[in-house]
């Protein structure tokens, strides 16, 4: 599973980022599930996303704009 | 009962209640300081702590009651949506709208180079994507309300009406200007993907939102919003001196320069409400304050350093400059009105 965050650096970048590492750890997902931090901004306009910070997983945007909590992250890996 | 009639009750419950509450905070407030403090009416430090007790609960609520309204219509306004309404507008229409959905776009502004590159690589006119991005910041709900709670409705009227017209002119200026070839090369070039992502939210979800709104950003703000109140508590009552009449009074270049002031300055829009209230107790005139509060919150450097990955200096110069001679105008306005 590959998990991407997409984002400029934005303090809300790092916090998503952070949740996203907790729900991976909290679901033992640790050996098949990578984190990818996608900081160039020609790359994150290829996802159509135009507010950050976004979460891709297997390349479909799940979700744009918000910092998701550990929990919600959850919901959309299992 | 069902779902929601249950729901409807309950909102309308709550909005009864703070309705109340709201009524009753000028006498608690005069409760508290003679009945209960047992001040002397006519003090001045009665006086300042009756403003205190009276505003900062007051202000307060308000804020609350409109960020979560701001809140729950903005989860109908996501940027996409918003792009799509505005996509292949024509210059005037577009810029009207643009400044509007501004106002009710969320986006913070981190978010504002990918926005950018969004709006004009999907056929979205340049000067409708300035004044889209120039309204964001400059109309801010927080600083409305305090307007609103601290000078009452005409000044937070003007301050919005304003704010709306200097970012549909400063967007159709740039657009009359014909400068696309300033943005970055780069820009234009880029693959905007399509993301397909659209989620149906129900009420619970959009209330959820403005809730989350109202932790966020009151939480934020609520200590700059006391502060603030705190030093037009301590100025109320007293005879302005005339410190600052003298540099942020109605001279012709005060506007001027209380906008050069506050260019390189940044800071939220709570944040500048105290120093709002100080300059205003030392007797500076309100369109000159005003105009230096619309230019830190509506124009800093960092925002400057943050748009200069799209446009060229160019461009980034008749950007700022115009947006700066549009605060200046609200300025001399207020001015000459107040």
């Known amino acids: 599973m590959k998990i991407k965050i997409l984002g400029i650096g934005c303090p809300k970048c790092k916090k998503l980022t952070q949740h996203a590492e907790e729900a991976v750890k909290s679901l033992g997902l640790d050996l098949d599930a990578e984190i990818e931090k996608v900081t160039q901004i020609s790359d994150i306009m290829k996802f159509g996303v135009m507010t950050t910070p976004a979460l891709v997983i297997d390349g479909h945007v799940k979700s744009v704009g918000k910092v998701l909590s550990v929990e919600e992250i959850k919901g959309l890996l299992k | ?338």
């Open chain 2, 1 to 338: 009962m069902n779902k929601k009639q249950n729901f409807l009750l309950s909102s309308i419950t709550v909005i009864t209640i703070w309705w109340l509450i709201y009524r009753s905070l000028a006498p608690i407030a005069a409760w508290f300081t003679y009945t209960l403090l047992g001040m002397n009416h006519g003090s001045h430090l009665a006086a300042a702590v009756e403003f205190f007790v009276y505003e900062a609960p007051k202000v307060l609520m308000l804020l609350i009651l409109v960020v979560f309204v701001v809140g729950i219509v903005r989860s109908f306004f996501t940027p996409e949506r918003t792009r799509r309404i505005l996509s292949g507008k024509r210059e005037f229409t577009g810029n009207v709208l643009a400044a509007l959905l501004g106002i009710v776009t969320p986006f913070c502004s981190c978010s504002a180079v990918p926005l950018f590159i969004g709006f004009v690589t999907t056929g979205v006119p340049l000067g409708v994507t300035i004044s889209f991005l120039v309204s964001s910041p400059m109309v801010n709900e927080v600083a409305l309300v305090l307007l609103f709670g601290l000078f009452g409705w005409k000044v937070a009227a003007i301050y919005l009406v304003t704010g709306v017209v200097i970012a549909i002119v400063s967007g159709w200026v740039i657009g009359r200007l014909r400068m696309e070839k300033h943005v970055d090369d780069w820009v234009y070039l880029t693959q905007t993907g399509n993301a397909a992502l659209e989620e149906e939210l129900d009420w619970p979800a959009r209330i959820r939102l403005g809730l989350d709104a109202v932790k966020d950003i009151v939480g934020r703000v609520w200590i700059y919003v006391l502060i603030g109140i705190g030093i037009g508590a301590g100025i109320h009552g007293y005879v302005p001196q005339n410190f600052m009449a003298s540099i942020m009074g109605k001279s012709w270049w005060s506007v001027p320069l209380a906008v050069l002031i506050g260019v390189p300055m940044y800071s939220n829009a709570a944040g500048i409400i105290p120093i709002v209230q100080a300059l205003l107790g030392k007797g500076a005139a309100l369109g000159t304050v005003l105009a230096f509060m619309m230019a830190v919150i509506g124009l800093s450097l960092p925002e400057a350093i943050i748009l200069r990955k799209v446009l060229k200096p160019k461009l980034l110069a008749v950007f700022f400059g115009v947006v700066a001679l549009g605060i200046m105008l609200v300025g001399y306005l207020f001015n000459l009105i107040m």
